[in-house]
C-alpha cells in the first residue's frame, strides 16, 4: 500500500518531535555535566534517565548520541556511555586550538581597516565582573567563553566560531572547578577589560610593538589558563 501524504506527514511529526526532544534532553544533560552534577567518568544509563526525565529510552540514546558527537561522552562499545574524562593531552590540544584561533583574531582587528565593534566584548567582561560579585561559578564561566568567543567572532567565519565553541564545550567539563581554576578571580576581572583596552589601541594605532603586546598579553593568559586546568585534572586522576 502506498503511503497517503497524511501518513508521511505524521511519521515526520513524530520524527520531529522525537529529534526536538532528544535535543531538549541533551541540553539539560549538558547543564548537569557543565555544573559538575554529573562528573566526569559518570555512567549514563538509558534506563535510569529516561525515568529521571521521564523520556523514552531511544531519546535518551538520540541526546548521548548529541552529546557524543559534541566530545562530551564517550560511548565505549558494549558499555554503558559514561561523561568523558578530559585528560592532560586533551587540555594541550584545547588550548593550542584555542591560541591558533585567538591570536588569528587579534591579527585580524589590527589589520582592519573598517571599524570594529567592540561591545560584545565590554558586555561580556561587564558580565564576567558581576559574576564573580555575585559568587556564581557558572555565571564566571558562561562569561569568560562569551568574552573568547566575541574575540575568535571578529576572524568573520562562523565555522572557526563553531570550532572554538566546541573547544571551549569540552573544557566546560573539566570547569565545573571553578573556584579553584579562576582562583585569581579579582585579577582575571581586571584582565578583561584591561585587554578590551589593549584592542582597541591595536586597533587605531596597529604598531608591530603594540600587537606583540597584545598577543604577549593573551599567549600568558592562555597558558596560564592551560597549566592551571592541566593541574587540576592531575589532581583529580582516579587512584
Known sequence: MVPTVTQRTHSGDDTFKRASSAEQLAEALRTALYSGELPPGSGLRDSQLAERFSVS???????????????LVDRP???????????????????????????????????RDSEVEFGILTAAATRFQRAVGDQSGIQVVEADADFHAGLVSFL?????????????????LALSAVDRIYSDLDEQREWHIRF???LEALHHNPTPAHLELVTDTLTEHL?????????????AEPG
Open 77 to 111: 562499545l558494549h558499555r554503558t556511555p559514561q561523561v568523558r574524562r578530559l585528560t592532560g593531552d586533551d587540555v594541550d590540544d584545547i588550548y593550542h586550538a584555542r591560541q591558533i584561533l585567538e591570536l588569528d583574531a587579534v591579527r585580524v582587528v589590527a589589520e
Open 223 to 235: 597558558e596560564s589558563a592551560r597549566k592551571m586546568v592541566g593541574q587540576i585534572l592531575a589532581e
Open 57 to 71: 529510552r531511544g531519546t535518551v540514546r538520540e541526546a548521548i548520541q548529541i552529546l557524543a558527537a559534541e566530545g
Open 156 to 172: 568573520g567565519t562562523p565555522r572557526l566560531l563553531s570550532c572554538f565553541e566546541a573547544c571551549f564545550g569540552e573544557l566546560r
Open 196 to 198: 578590551v583596552g589593549l
